[in-house]
T-cell receptor, first 112, second 115 residues
Framework: EDQVTQSPEALRLQEGESSSLNCSYT??????LFWYRQDPGKGPEFLFT???AGEEKEKERLKATLTKKESFLHITAPKPEDSATYLC?????????????FGGGTRLMVKP | DAMVIQNPRYQVTQFGKPVTLSCSQT?????MYWYQQKSSQAPKLLFH???????NEADTPDNFQSRRPNTSFCFLDIRSPGLGDAAMYLC??????????????FGDGTRLSIL
């Protein structure tokens, strides 16, 4: 059965203090790992798709990387506006089509 | 901008009183999804439509129904809401059901409260 585990559950950083969020997954045939950002009271906002081990994607202060067992979301010199919950999801390993299994998320708080 | 729009943003209903949530999209995507998200939890898929084909998740209660009258609109009907159904309901779309690596695009959700 597909499993996605995110750690830590919550992370407090000072502005400018770089860190990484972890997403560990178990799926026999990865067909896409997705990172989303979710602000309070809003829907998830798509950030990145990663396709294969070794791949990296960047957007502003965020960089997502992928290995065969986990993905990292690196945040460089974060700002208070980066505070949000970051969700990781993998496409389910079955023949049901584009269904996602989400992790529980990491709630990031960046203090000025 | 093309987007996924959910109405209303906040909905209050009484215990047992039917309620309908709506979702529209201007992305012209074939697939539409409904998720339930409770506080500090991951989104949980309830069902999806691929064009007009409806697919229910195995553990979605019978209390939850959905309609998709056309490509652009999809509705979530909760026939007899219970206190445990209070949650954020998210609508999402994707361009294809079978193409790998296609992201889902979410609306901002409807926060449902039950009195």
């Amino acid at each position: 059965e597909d499993q996605v585990t995110q750690s830590p559950e919550a992370l407090r950083l000072q502005e400018g203090e770089s860190s990484s969020l972890n997403c560990s997954y178990t799926v026999s045939g990865l067909r896409g790992l997705f990172w989303y950002r979710q602000d309070p009271g809003k829907g998830p906002e798509f950030l990145f798709t990663l396709y294969s081990a070794g791949e990296e994607k960047e957007k502003e202060r965020l960089k997502a990387t992928l290995t065969k067992k986990e993905s990292f979301l690196h945040i460089t010199a974060p700002k208070p506006e980066d505070s949000a919950t970051y969700l990781c999801a993998v496409r389910r390993d079955n023949n049901a089509g584009n269904m996602l299994t989400f992790g529980g998320g990491t709630r990031l708080m960046v203090k000025p | 901008d093309a987007m996924v729009i959910q109405n209303p943003r906040y909905q209050v209903t009484q215990f047992g009183k039917p309620v309908t949530l709506s979702c529209s999209q201007t992305l012209n995507h074939n697939v539409m999804y409904w998720y339930q998200q409770k506080s500090s939890q991951a989104p949980k898929l309830l069902f999806h439509y691929y064009d007009k084909d409806f697919n229910n998740e195995a553990d979605t209660p019978d209390n939850f129904q959905s309609r998709r009258p056309n490509t652009s609109f999809c509705f979530l009907d909760i026939r007899s809401p219970g206190l445990g159904d209070a949650a954020m309901y998210l609508c999402a779309t994707s361009s294809a059901l079978w193409a790998d690596y296609q992201p889902q695009h979410f609306g901002d959700g409807t926060r449902l409260s039950i009195l």
